[in-house]
């Protein structure tokens, strides 16, 4: 029997584009994709209010993690509890955090205990960055999901949080992923660029590269002319090294790391090295990050490099994000940009 011939269908076609388009909108300014004001998306966003909300100042007594996520599903987000756990569990571990955990957080090779047995409250950059009292009252704030409170539609920021927490996010047709400055770095260029009332992307170049566990940003031959090309498009991509010191001629440590997917792959692959005797966990309370300590032959210059090169991790960076605008048609919608 023959087919017949597929006919497009012209509205049908018309009303699939636009439904498309209103739900990629929706995953984009809703979920994946932070704001240029603040750095945040939106389940990072409500997760702090509903800390600040609950009086858990930098100072405050700490509380179960549950109660944090149960008010923030509740009264803002109503979607999983896991994924607002997990959104807690980042922004305790950024650069500069979000939250001041207590409790068991997951390591690089661990996962974070439950959330009924962790406890957080806002860190002291949180707490004066976006809840500073002298500009709480000027914040735009829109309904909630189903009109019963008010939330804000982007957090004051007294500071560029989205350029010293880095941030990566995916969504139909769009991908981000932006990288963290030092804020000693961040706060000279700012102040060098109100001299010179504007930015340039020379002004730029002393920004520091940071990660969420310490990595450093290899250096090498053109990467002035890679890093000025850069801060003019938002696209790149740059190696970052893990940090070592040398404890003797047979043992070093390394301490902050590159953005590692898997570093237990990584210790395998190292162990597996001629030359090396073993891999050590030699993490305790005083270290920030994780530490692992390599023991063998590292006198060999050779084998040196291919230790410190597992340890390396690229990354390819393309700065997205969203501009909230209040819609005036629509006051509970939003017009998403997204400029590279």
Known sequence: MKSKPYVKDAKFLEISKQLYTEYSVEVIEDRAIFCNIDGLKPVTRRA???????????????LKAAKVVGDTMGDYHP???????????????LPIPLFSGEGNWGTMTDPPAAMRYTETRLSKYSDKVFFDPFYLPVMHSVDNYDDSRKEPFVLNALLPNSLLNGNFGIAPG???????????????VLIESIKAKGCTPALCLPLEFTTELGGVLRQYNGIKKDLLAFYRNGVARFVFDSSYE??????????????????????????????????TDESNKKDKYNAYGVIGKLSDARLLAKIVDAFS?????????TERIINEDNPRGVKALIPT
């Open 48 to 62: 702090l209010w509903a800390a600040h909300r609950l009086g858990l100042r930098a100072n405050a007594r700490r």
């Open 174 to 188: 769009v991908r981000t992923e932006t990288p963290s400055f030092t804020l000693k770095s961040l706060t000279k």
């Open 79 to 93: 979607h999983g509890d896991s994924s607002i756990y997990n959104a807690i569990v980042t922004a305790n571990s």
């Open 313 to 321: 991790a690229a990354v390819n960076f393309d700065v997205k994000v």
């Open 246 to 279: 040398v404890i003797s001629n047979n043992h070093i440590r390394f301490n902050r790391f590159a953005p590692i997917s898997s570093v237990g792959s990584v210790l395998d692959k190292i162990n597996q090295m001629p030359g090396v005797q073993r891999t």
